[in-house]
């Protein structure tokens, strides 16, 4: 599965940062305090916060959280200037992840810089951190837009960073590309490790990740629920999801039950609601609604599941509310409806039931209750 081994997976959630930057998204020192603490519970490895330069609150928010005394290592995001560097320092962060753009993009129409200068940059603010003490991530942003050569000259400078972060700033690369960048990092820098930052501009962003892990990377940056600048960057659940079907053991370490409580929260937080289509937590992830799946599920489960939703603390649904819905479905229902077994004939007559009004409009679950009660000549609840 994985191709290169090195120590552990270590998860690092930038929602208090990169989520930050989802358009609607807006925390305030309550929220961070309290968001910091549910990740901690949950058991990510690494937290990003901004930076401490952004303003006196944005530094007494980052004293704020290394006050909590979490368990997870506590990294702030800084631009490689003294200021920020500084600023970082005088909170007392431990752990800084310092990034620099290094495509030609960013650096003819975002830096406006040669380069050399870039390097110079890198240099000084990496060195001052990594003389300082601190653990120092050092980030190539839109490294998978930047020719290989130009990335190897600015990871060359080092500079005492302990780890080279490759960001996928605009969501474009495939996972080939991420892992031939990853294992080219592995080669050239033995002793450091990589991270990796994937936007879901493609809808790539999780398997990407998986691409960096198996190519070795170190550490996986994700948000709740994938919040980021625009469409966002690999979401905490979707990665769970992704490795836990790989091998539970992965993952054990992560309170996953925590998890539909954790998306919810910092959905409300921004005003969202949790997506249809988020692994793991959306309103739907366990419900079986075609006969042909209900069938099988109310057998073995694992034949329409690839995660027991007991694992996040949820229940299955088999849903008898649609047209498609099959008989066996039909009878289960009508058992725990009635309260007594329903023999294949009656079974047969309730489907029909259902299926005829599912078929002329949506129903919901008490409706196909009174359907199915109907059918079988029972009298509905008072
Ligand atoms: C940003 C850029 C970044 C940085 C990632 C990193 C990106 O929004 O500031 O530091 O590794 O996607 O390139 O989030
Ligand atoms: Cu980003």
């Known amino acids: 599965m994985r191709t290169t081994t090195t120590g552990p997976l270590r998860v690092l959630d930038t929602t208090l940062r990169e989520g930050e930057q989802f358009a609607q998204a807006h925390f305030t020192t309550e929220d961070r305090l309290r968001l910091a603490l549910a990740l901690d519970a949950f058991g990510v490895d690494e937290i990003e916060l901004p930076s401490p330069a952004v303003s006196p609150a944005a530094a007494e928010d980052v004293a704020a959280v290394l006050r909590l005394g979490l368990r997870a290592a506590v990294r702030v995001h800084l631009r490689c200037t003294p200021a920020d560097v500084e600023a970082a320092l005088a909170c007392g962060a431990r752990g800084v992840n310092l990034f620099l753009g290094a495509s030609p993009a960013l ?36 490294a998978f837009r930047t020719p290989r050569r130009d990335l190897l000259r600015l990871f060359d400078v080092e500079a005492g960073a302990r780890r080279l972060g490759v960001p996928d700033t605009v969501g474009t690369a495939t996972p080939e590309a991420v892992a031939a960048t990853v294992g080219a990092l592995r ?147 009508a058992t725990e409806l009635l309260g007594r077994p329903v023999d294949a004939e009656e079974a047969r007559g309730a489907t029909a039931a259902l299926k005829a009004t599912a078929e002329r409009r949506r129903i919901d679950v008490g409706t196909a209750a009174d359907i199915v009660r109907a059918a079988l000549g029972v009298a509905g609840e008072a």
């Open 107 to 142: 650096g003819a129409h975002s830096l406006r810089e040669t380069p050399r200068a870039r390097r110079d940059r890198v240099r000084a603010a990496v060195g001052l951190a990594a003389q300082a003490g601190a653990f120092v991530r050092f980030s190539a942003e839109d």
């Open 187 to 333: 080669r050239r820098y033995p002793g450091i490790g990589q991270e990796f930052h994937g936007h879901n501009d493609t809808g790539c962003a999780i398997a990407n990740a998986i691409a960096a892990w198996q190519a070795g990377a170190e550490c996986l940056d994700v948000t709740v629920l994938g919040l980021g600048e625009r469409v966002g960057i690999t979401s905490l659940g979707g990665l769970m999801a992704r490795l836990y079907t790989f091998d539970p053991g992965l993952v054990a370490r992560y309170r996953l039950e925590q998890l539909p409580a954790l998306d919810a929260a910092v959905a409300a937080l921004v005003g969202v609601a949790v997506p249809f289509n988020q692994p793991l937590t959306a309103a739907h992830a366990f419900t079986h609604v075609a006969g042909v799946h209900s069938n099988a599920v109310l057998r073995a489960p694992h034949t329409y599941e690839a995660v027991d939703p007991a694992v996040l603390g949820r229940t299955r649904v088999v849903s008898v509310t649609s047209r498609l819905t099959g008989r066996h479905a039909v009878a289960r229902f």
